[in-house]
Each structure stands twice: as structure tokens, then as C-alpha cells.
């Protein structure tokens, strides 16, 4: 795991663990560079300290400490600056970074953007912006914009709250949009950004309409990281407003996924859901008629009529969902791209009884399955050079539902190195009814459960035999 994701995953979901005994010593390092006679030494000993350190455990309790001593911040500042310019350590900057949020000043604004460009030090960055700049709200805003992934996160979470109109249109249409969950940030969009409100503006325009069907999406999942639409006060009016507005607009296969997410959403909204269930009735009753309007089906089967088109997966999420008949456009796809995951994993979904064993058949002819015989093991079916493996996985692992479907599928998955497809054949055949289990493949399963490295899968396929 690399350390900017540490950083994001401890900073959002773990208590920091207090170093105090390594904050101590930093402390005592910086009182004697601040000293009237430093020494070159100390400062080497603080380079060696830092490095060793973990930013994110000692950085709140090293501000307290330069507080509490009351370390002239000229000095610390200055100490921040050569940190976080000569540093040749990740944390070592990061500490620097820390030190100029403590003591630096808005001289410092162009090396904190450029340092918090790169996400590794985003976090650190967007907190040293704030303390250090007179406009801080929007140096951050500046940065927010710079960065995608932990560091959007990071940087937009200090934004919360904001009463400046630019930003708050930018969350809306962009703003919230990162490369990890979009659900990290929909609540302070929609809060901050007051998406109501501008959704009932006379010209809402296609990327704030973009914006809102995301959001309102993002709020829409169970059990994201953050605040959903249970917490959202205006979520009824919001989606209220959105079906209006949507009803009366181009239909485009992203604001399609988003109405889908939100629909599910309200045929089961939870128990915890504050709203009368009359209302809830009413615009689930919206949701599913704007749905059963005839554009969207075919907006999605025109963009499945083309299996050469490089984007031709973002339709088929969809298709999933409005069940629509589109394997044979999937068929045809396969047949250019056949290590394609996503696609086999919805095309086995998508099969009815009539056309399943065709589709087995070509994952037959298109999948290297005597290479994919090659366990068992305990590999994890992840990094290059696994695609034929996950595509037998997507595969195989929506076979519970096809009894007697896809048997050469599933004897070469019980010899696979990946554990994951392995369990996934053993939890098509114990699904299967027993008439639907011919001798053979019991004969695999005896054969799989005396080399079967993996103890739980073997005590899988011992309850299934003795069942049999």
C-alpha cells in the first residue's frame, strides 16, 4: 500500500496512534536548532528522526508542542522551508509541510501549491494553506483543483462550509468527482453547494444537471464512508427536483446509470429513512416511469450496436439492470475483445436458459483454458498476466443460477491457481440441483479435493460429496 493511500485510509477511517515519545524527541531537535547556537549535527539528527517517522502519527501533537514552547515561529518557519524543500524523504517534506502550517506565512503560498500538486503531500499542504494564507478558502479551492484522487478529497473536505459562490458551483459540477469514491465527497456537495437551491435555478445547465445526477447517486449508495442521503435534509425535495428536470432532458448513458442507482435507492430506502412512506411511494413511482420511458432503452441498445466502439462497456451496467436482450451484442464484442472481465460478468448475467450455453460455448473457443489449468494454488488473480484468469472467474462465478451450464467452464476452474474461482465453481455446483450434477464432475471434485491446497475450500468440496 503506498503511503499516500495510508495517509487517506488512516486520516478517514483510523485513530492516529500518539508517538509521543518520537514527538518528544523531534521537539527537543527543534528547540536546539532554534537555538542561538545551533549545531550542523542536530540538524542531520533530524533529518535521520524524520525519516524514520510517520508523519500522520506525531503532526497534530508536534504543533501542540511548538506551541507549547513557544519556538519563535521565524526560526520554525525557516526549518519548514529547508524540510520541505531539500527533504529527500517522504515524510521528511511532509513534517516540513507541517512546520509551515505552524510558523510559515503567505510567502509560502507557491511551494505549498506546488508540493500539494502531488497527492503524496496534499493533505498536508491544504491544512498548512489554511493557517498560513489570508484567503486561505480559496488557495485551497486553487489546489483542489490541481489534484484527483485522495488529494481532491482531502483538499474539498477543507472546504466545507465555504460561502463562495465559485467554489460552491464548482462542487457541484466537479468538484466532488475523484478517482477513489465519489461518496467521500457528495455530502458536502450537496450541503455546501446547496444543490437544491440551484437546482431550482431557471437555467441549470448540462454539467450541473451531470453534477447533481452523480451526487445524488453517490448519497444514494449503502454503506459509503461518509454522510449518504438519510443525512441529507433536502434529499426528497432534491430528487423531487432532478425527475423534473431529467424528464425534460437528453438522455445520455451517464444520467441513466445515476437514475438507476437512485431508483434502487428508493424501492428500498431503509429502515432509518425519515420520510413519510407515502412520499417515498410517490417519486419511487417518478422514478420508475421516467425509467420505462422508451429513449433510454434504446439509447442503450444504439450504443450496444456497435461492438468496435472503444467505450462500448459503459453500456452495458444498464442493459443489466433494464434487462434488456443484448447478448448477442455482448457475443459479438467478446469475440473482438475476449479477455474482457466486465463484459463476461454481465454477459453470463444477461443469458436466459435459451441462450447460456452458447455463451459457454464461446468462452470454450475464446479462453485459454488448458493454460488456465494451471493449479491448483493460492494465487490472487491480480496484476498482469491474469486477464484469461478473471475472465473465466466473471464467468464462472455467474453460474449458480445455469444449472448444467458451462460444465468444461467449471472442471478447468476447480484445477485453477486462483482461490477465488475455485470457490466460485464450488459454489455453482452445491447451487445446482443434484440431477443437474452429472457423475463426471463429481469425479473432479474428488479428484480437486485431494490436491486442494486451500483448507476451507476442501472442507467445501469433502460437505459436498458426502451430500451427493
Not at 483542489?144 to 465555504?162: M, P, S, T
Not at 449518504?228 to 432532478?242: E, H, Q, T, V
Not at 467505450?311 to 474482457?340: K, S, T
Amino acid at each position: 500500500m503506498t503511503s499516500v493511500v495510508w495517509d487517506g485510509i488512516a486520516s478517514h477511517h483510523m485513530r492516529a496512534e500518539s508517538d509521543a515519545e518520537r514527538v518528544t524527541e523531534i521537539s527537543d531537535l527543534l528547540t536546539r536548532l532554534v537555538s542561538d547556537q545551533p549545531r550542523h549535527a542536530d540538524l542531520v539528527q533530524l533529518h535521520d528522526r524524520l525519516a524514520a517517522t510517520s508523519a500522520i502519527d506525531v503532526a497534530d501533537d508536534l504543533v501542540a508542542q511548538i506551541r507549547q514552547r513557544r519556538l519563535p515561529k521565524d526560526r520554525i518557519g525557516q526549518i519548514g522551508r529547508h524540510l520541505a524543500e531539500q527533504g529527500t524523504r517522504r515524510d521528511i517534506v511532509k513534517i516540513g509541510i507541517v512546520l509551515l502550517g505552524a510558523a510559515g506565512d503567505e510567502h509560502d503560498r507557491d511551494l505549498l501549491l506546488l508540493l500539494g500538486t502531488l497527492e503524496e503531500f496534499t493533505l498536508y499542504a491544504v491544512i498548512a494553506l489554511r493557517r498560513t494564507q489570508p484567503n486561505g478558502q480559496r488557495a485551497v479551492y486553487e489546489l483542489a483543483r490541481r489534484v484527483r484522487n485522495w488529494g481532491r478529497i482531502h483538499a474539498v473536505e477543507r472546504l466545507k462550509g465555504c460561502d463562495d459562490p465559485e467554489i460552491k458551483g464548482w462542487l457541484l459540477r466537479e468538484g466532488f468527482r475523484n478517482g477513489i469514491l465519489n461518496e467521500y465527497l457528495a455530502y458536502i456537495a450537496a450541503t455546501t453547494g446547496d444543490l437544491y437551491s440551484a437546482l431550482l435555478e431557471p437555467d441549470v445547465d448540462d454539467a450541473l444537471l451531470d453534477g447533481a445526477a452523480a451526487i445524488l447517486a453517490a448519497l444514494a449508495e449503502e454503506h459509503g464512508p461518509a454522510k449518504d442521503m438519510i443525512d441529507y435534509a433536502d434529499a426528497l425535495p432534491a430528487m423531487s427536483r432532478f425527475a423534473d428536470l431529467l424528464a425534460t432532458r437528453a438522455a445520455t448513458l451517464r444520467r441513466l446509470n445515476n437514475l438507476i442507482v437512485i431508483a434502487t435507492f428508493l424501492r428500498k430506502p431503509g429502515e432509518k429513512a425519515p420520510w413519510p412512506v407515502g412520499e417515498i411511494a410517490r417519486l419511487r413511482g417518478r422514478y420508475d416511469g421516467i425509467l420505462a420511458d422508451a429513449r433510454w432503452r434504446d439509447l442503450v441498445l444504439d450504443h450496444l450496436a456497435d461492438p468496435h466502439r472503444p467505450d462500448f462497456n459503459r453500456g452495458l451496467w444498464a442493459a443489466e439492470r433494464l434487462r434488456l436482450p443484448v447478448v448477442p451484442q455482448v457475443m459479438a464484442y467478446l469475440e473482438i475483445e475476449p479477455l474482457d472481465e466486465f463484459a463476461w460478468y454481465h454477459a453470463i448475467r444477461l443469458t436466459t436458459s435459451e441462450d447460456v450455453h452458447r455463451l459457454c460455448g464461446l468462452a470454450e473457443r475464446l479462453l485459454p483454458l488448458r493454460n488456465l489449468a494451471n493449479g491448483p494454488g493460492d494465487h490472487y488473480g491480480f496484476g498482469p498476466g491474469c486477464e484469461p484468469d478473471r475472465a473465466l472467474e466473471s464467468v464462472v462465478s455467474g453460474l449458480n443460477t445455469k444449472p448444467g451450464a458451462g460444465l468444461p467452464l467449471i472442471d478447468v476452474a476447480l484445477r485453477n491457481r486462483v482461490v477465488r474461482i475455485r470457490r466460485a465453481a464450488m459454489s455453482a455446483l452445491t447451487a445446482w440441483p443434484p440431477d443437474a450434477v452429472p457423475e463426471e464432475a463429481l469425479a473432479w471434485v474428488r479428484a480437486a479435493s485431494t490436491v486442494e491446497p486451500n483448507e476451507e475450500i476442501r472442507r467445501e468440496m469433502t460437505a459436498f460429496l458426502e451430500h451427493r
